[in-house]
């Protein structure tokens, strides 16, 4: 198990040098979340800290990659200052590619897909890194996370049961509910393949009370996967 999970690491480390050669002087570069994305911002910033790149500046999309980003000397901006930022490589729980949409994914699993959101949307350049174990040909294996305000919890609960979800409040593992950066609560929502990721994100979108769901529909340009015989590259 040890030997496998080296090999994957490994692998992992391959698709984030690979993600890195992406990255030019004065980009303004968008930070995600996920065990590849971490291994690409930790070799980002050692080029930074090593002087060997100057980055316009970044947005992370969770306080973890910021932190780390912070660790190495990266500077941050915020949407304030910054209209778009030129690149983001994030990760992915789910990958289905070739849909009309492009790539649909589903994100969320490190409770931080709000933000992830909302740093892709506002990117030129959305690049997911992932190893082959997350590319399936339809979504729904990997449970679909819903943000939902606190309040609004059993009303979005019930709503997602008659779409044929199970949802389940996400827990910590001291028992306590798990809390997002934003203050609300997560429905993990399995039992539900997604035939339709557009059909199913727009009755997401309708119910009142969920802030945010884990479907990434037409964002990624590009998905690099990470498997035995190396790096493949997928285009939209």
Known sequence: MAMEKAEQDRLKMEVAERALALVKPGMMVGLGSGSTATMWIRLLGEKVQRGELKLGGAIASSEDSER????????FTNFEETKSLDLTVDGADEVAPGLALGFALIKGGGGKLLREKIV?????RFVV?????????KLGRFPLPVEVIPMAEPLVRRELEGIGFTPKVRGNKDGSQYITDEGNLILDCSGVM???PAAMAKKLDGIVGVVEHGLFLGYAEMVLI???GGVRE???
Not at 120 to 124: E, Q
Not at 129 to 137: A, F, G, I, R, T
């Open 68 to 75: 780390l980003g912070r660790s190495y000397g990266i500077p």
């Open 120 to 124: 892709a949307s506002a990117s030129k």
């Open 129 to 137: 890194v992932v190893d082959e174990s997350k590319v399936v040909e």
């Open 194 to 196: 997604i035939e339709d």
């Open 226 to 228: 990470a498997g035995e």
């Open 234 to 236: 997928r285009g939209r």
